[in-house]
């Protein structure tokens, strides 16, 4: 039982991953988009994060976690999340760049693994977490 449990962890955190690498590239290739056809940069990135947010939300959704959530209980929770690992890459980056004059890709690194993590087990725990709301 214990085997399969880890087996099941293993694959929800490989589809958690691989919807996070895609989401990362189509934010990259909607923000490049709609800058190359002319948009502001601030409006090109916000509607570039607006579509990878919503892609994302979408595939952790319905494939990493099952859709087994109702829209109205888990996206405003997933909402938050984002935003609380927003708020705290921002705060890492100072902490470790102003504070402890950590380098620029180090300090990148941290900020992806950590928001990754806290994401990860959040989304598992609250967002999506396995007894359906």
């Known amino acids: 039982m214990a085997g399969l449990l880890r087996l099941a962890f293993r ?5 958690f991953v691989t919807v996070g690498v895609g989401a990362a590239a189509l934010l990259l290739v909607l923000a490049y988009l ?12 916000l509607v570039a994060y ?5 892609a994302a939300y979408t595939a952790q959704r319905c494939w990493t976690f099952g859709a087994a959530h109702g829209h109205g209980h888990a ?20 902490i470790a ?4 004059g950590m380098a620029p890709l180090t300090t990148s690194v941290l900020i992806t693994i ?3 993590a806290v994401s990860y087990v959040v989304s598992s725990c609250w967002v999506f977490p396995n007894e359906a709301a």
């Open 75 to 94: 996206l405003p929770r997933y909402f938050v999340l984002q935003a609380g690992c927003a708020l705290a890459s921002g705060g890492l980056a100072h």
């Open 114 to 116: 950590v928001t990754s």
């Open 34 to 45: 709609f800058m190359s056809v002319g948009l502001p940069p601030f409006a090109a990135g």
């Open 97 to 100: 760049i102003d504070l402890l």
């Open 11 to 15: 694959q929800r955190l490989v589809r």
């Open 50 to 54: 607006g579509g990878a947010f919503l």
